[in-house]
C-alpha cells in the first residue's frame, strides 16, 4: 500500500541553520503531497502543497519540490528560528474517492537560540 | 471563527466507560474524517464521512462508532474505553476535489486510567 518515510528526529539546529527534512513516499498512481506542522499543544496545519511533478509549494519561507522520478518531496528553509521549533509531518493523499491522508511518522525540529 | 472545531479539549475516564467527542467545521465542506494520534505523534485515519456517508472505515474496534447527523458534525463515540484507547483524536474536514487540502481540528486528548 502507499505510504511516507521521514528522517528522523529530534533535529537540533541553531537559529539562522539551513534546514532540510527529507521525505520519501511510494504510491501507485501521482499522488498530491503536502507538509504540514504540528505546533505544541496545537492541530496541525498545512504548511505547503503540491499536486503534480515538479510543483513546488512553499510558504513561511519553507520550500518542497515533487520529484517523481526520485519519489521524494523534501523540506527545505534557509534560515530557521526559535519560533519554527515543531513536529513536521509528510503526508499524501492518493486522489482516491476516500481522500485519506497517509502521514509520515513526523520529524521533530528543535532550534536554539 | 474557529474553521474546524473540537469538544472537549481534555477528557480524562476510567476502563469501561463511554465517552463522546464532537467536532464541527464552518467552512462549508463535504468531507469529515477523524484521525488518531499515538504516544510517539504517528498519526493513522480511523473514519471519514463524505456527505454523511462513511466513506472510510479502517481496522478500527468496533467499540468506536461515528455519527454524522449531517455535514458539518462528525462524532465519535467510544465504549467501553481501554487503556490502549489514551491518544489525540483530530478531527479534520475537506472539499472533495480541492486537491483534498484538509483543515484540522485543534485535538481532542484522551486519557484512560
Known amino acids: 500500500g502507499d505510504s511516507v518515510t521521514q528522517m528522523e528526529g529530534p533535529v537540533t539546529l541553531s537559529e539562522e541553520a539551513f534546514l532540510t527534512i527529507n521525505c520519501t513516499y511510494t504510491?501507485?498512481?501521482?499522488?498530491?503531497l503536502f507538509w504540514y506542522v504540528q505546533y505544541p499543544g496545537e492541530g496541525l496545519q498545512l504548511l505547503l502543497k503540491a499536486t503534480k511533478a515538479d510543483d513546488k509549494g512553499s510558504n513561511k519561507g519553507f520550500e518542497a519540490t515533487y520529484r517523481k522520478e526520485t519519489t521524494s518531496f523534501h523540506l527545505e528553509k534557509g534560515s530557521v528560528q526559535v519560533s519554527d521549533s515543531a513536529v513536521y509531518f509528510c503526508?499524501?493523499?492518493?486522489?482516491?474517492?476516500?481522500?485519506?491522508?497517509?502521514f509520515g511518522q513526523g520529524t521533530t525540529l528543535q532550534v536554539k537560540p | 471563527d474557529t474553521a474546524v472545531s473540537q469538544t472537549p479539549k481534555y477528557l480524562v475516564t476510567q476502563m469501561g466507560n463511554d465517552k463522546s467527542i464532537k467536532c464541527e467545521q464552518n467552512?462549508?465542506?463535504?468531507?469529515m474524517y477523524w484521525y488518531k494520534q499515538d504516544s510517539k505523534k504517528f498519526l493513522k485515519i480511523m473514519f471519514s464521512?463524505?456527505?454523511?456517508?462513511?466513506?472510510i472505515n479502517e481496522t478500527v474496534p468496533n467499540r468506536f462508532s461515528p455519527k454524522s447527523p449531517d455535514k458539518a458534525h462528525l462524532n465519535l463515540h467510544i465504549n467501553s474505553l481501554e487503556l490502549g484507547d489514551s491518544a489525540v483524536y483530530f478531527c479534520?474536514?475537506?472539499?472533495?476535489?480541492?486537491?483534498?487540502?484538509?483543515?484540522f481540528g485543534p485535538g481532542t486528548r484522551l486519557t484512560v486510567l
Open positions: 464521512y463524505n456527505n454523511k456517508e462513511l466513506i
Open positions: 504510491a501507485t498512481g501521482y499522488p498530491s
Open positions: 503526508a499524501l493523499s492518493d486522489r482516491s474517492n476516500t481522500g485519506k491522508l497517509i
Open positions: 479534520a474536514s475537506s472539499q472533495r476535489g480541492a486537491d483534498n487540502e484538509q483543515f
Open positions: 467552512l462549508g465542506h463535504d468531507t
